[in-house]
């Protein structure tokens, strides 16, 4: 496996937490950190379901949970191969051959430049997306069958976009030597790879514009 498909010793992804921090509701995880709290302090549900605890305990992150230093990690070959691998059934090496054998990926919309992170992420990071991911393009069919119930558009019919898409799915799972459904899977990981670091950009958004109006109305 090339050298930059390794975490460093230090990552904060090697963390125990990590994959649940990343991979849970963000709601949900702060919730039950902070319920973890108040049992540490000896709380019992009496108090912490009570009305002076129930509002902190359920007010947490909308979007995102990820530090940016667990961002700066995941924007890297290593850091998305390590999401692949938590979310596959499948060993770092194969996940590494899968992911680079596809990039660039596909799957931005064909309007998505990525100034949605002008400001929240580093210029290089941005570069990083765009090059792991490119504007769907042709392949446009590739998102309506991810996001839908199963593997196809529903409705369509076998030619056009969908036999391109086919022809896609085909030809990344020849040059990988995986199974098409496999390949399927990966695009659909990555995919949900892309909407996390989106969420975390919000959440930055989001957090900004709450610190920002606390100290209006502190003025």
């Not at 995880?29 to 509002?55: M, N, V």
């Not at 692949?84 to 931005?108: C, K, N, Q």
């Not at 997306?129 to 504007?135: E, N, S, T, V």
């Amino acid at each position: 496996m090339p050298l930059n498909y390794r975490l460093s010793p230090d990552s904060p992804l090697k963390h125990p937490d990590a994959p649940e921090r990343i991979f849970s509701d963000p709601n949900q995880y702060a919730s039950s950190q902070r319920i973890q709290d108040l049992i540490e302090l000896g709380f019992g549900p009496d108090k912490y379901f009570s009305d002076r605890y129930h509002s902190n305990v359920v007010a947490g992150p909308v979007h995102s949970v990820l530090t940016q230093e667990e961002i700066d990690d995941l924007l890297t070959p290593a850091g998305a191969v390590w999401f692949l691998s938590h979310a596959i059934d499948l060993d770092v090496w194969e996940v590494a051959r899968l992911f680079e054998t596809g990039t660039p990926w596909p799957l931005r919309a064909q309007d998505d430049d990525v100034q949605w992170a002008a400001g929240n992420l580093k210029e290089e990071q941005m570069d990083y997306l765009r090059q792991l991911f490119q504007p769907v393009g042709r392949h446009a069919q590739i998102i309506i069958e991810l996001q839908s119930n199963g593997w196809e558009a529903p409705n369509e019919p076998d030619g056009g976009p969908v036999k391109r898409v086919r022809a896609y799915w085909r030809h990344i799972a020849k040059e990988a030597n995986e199974d098409i459904r496999m390949v399927r899977l990966a695009a659909w990981v990555l995919l949900e790879y892309y909407e996390c670091v989106r969420r975390f950009v919000k959440q930055q958004e989001l957090d900004r514009f709450r610190i920002i109006g606390e100290g209006r109305t502190c003025w």
